[in-house]
């Protein structure tokens, strides 16, 4: 079954969220937000969905609680969230950035602001979703630290790393962690129509690369259907994420090239 680049990438923000109980997911962006509806349709049943607001919602996105922000602060430094937001920048460690782009005393480009990043990486589980997987956004070190990297917060002490957790970083091109002694940026899987060698060069500095690099995982039959005609029948993940082969179906073997 033909399946887009889109739906590898809803697929593998999903599998963020596996296995997480009854915690409250935040996504930010439209394919995490499928991702999360997604796993709570099928393999996270437990999970909280938010509008991203002052409402709990269901998998069809209508209103099942009311969250206040007071409530929603409970949940954000008692660690009861898992947040998936979006980085300008980030480096090897995970230091993220959203804020500015050169100096930050004088920046060449104003952005977001660091917003919530530090309270999320400080206190829950914090993964990323990166649409466009470039040299310019994985840099060798970022222009501001936003969400806090495992360096950092090592260096900050264990009250810091206490609740410290960075899970995954999905890409328009890979999927990649931080499970390496140093806690450096691994490369996990490629999408399929992916190679290694095509990640390392959209990468700023140089990842830990296993031996062998299988291919993100593939869709089951229900998922794609759950995507296709529940969660995003209007296909908007494909206006995000471009299929570059116009729809194509993982070989076997791995995602090595």
């Known amino acids: 079954m033909s399946v887009t680049r889109a739906e590898y990438c809803v697929i593998a923000c999903a599998e963020a969220w596996r296995d997480n109980g009854e915690v409250l997911a935040s996504p930010m962006g439209l394919i995490p937000s499928v991702g999360a509806r997604l796993a709570r349709h099928t393999f996270s049943p437990d999970l909280l969905l938010t509008d991203g607001e002052a409402l709990l919602v269901g998998p069809d996105g209508s209103p099942e609680g009311w969250l206040p922000y007071r409530r929603h602060l409970t949940a954000v430094t008692g660690g009861r969230r898992h947040v998936m937001m979006g980085a ?9 950035n959203i ?12 952005l977001l602001g660091v917003r919530g990043a530090p309270v999320n990486t400080l206190n829950n589980p914090t993964s ?5 997987h ?11 630290v936003c969400g806090v990297g495992y360096d950092r917060v090592a260096a900050a002490g264990p009250g810091a790393a206490r609740f410290h957790r960075l899970p995954r970083v999905v890409t328009d091109l890979a999927v990649l962690d931080f499970a390496t002694p140093d806690r450096s940026m691994r490369l996990v899987s490629v999408h399929p129509g992916v190679t290694v060698e095509q990640v390392a060069r959209a990468t700023g500095f140089g990842l830990m690369v296993p031996d062998e690099v299988p291919f993100t995982r593939e869709p089951s039959p229900r998922e794609l259907e759950l995507i296709r005609t529940v969660i995003d029948p209007d296909g908007l993940r ?20």
């Open 88 to 96: 300008s920048q980030i480096d090897r460690f995970g230091n993220q």
């Open 99 to 110: 804020s500015c782009v050169g100096d930050w005393s004088r920046p060449r480009r104003q």
């Open 128 to 132: 990323y979703w990166i649409p466009r």
């Open 134 to 144: 470039s040299p310019r956004v994985f840099v060798d070190r970022v222009d501001m």
């Open 238 to 257: 494909d206006r995000e994420v471009p299929d570059p082969r116009g729809g194509a179906t993982a070989g076997p073997g791995g995602g090595r090239g």
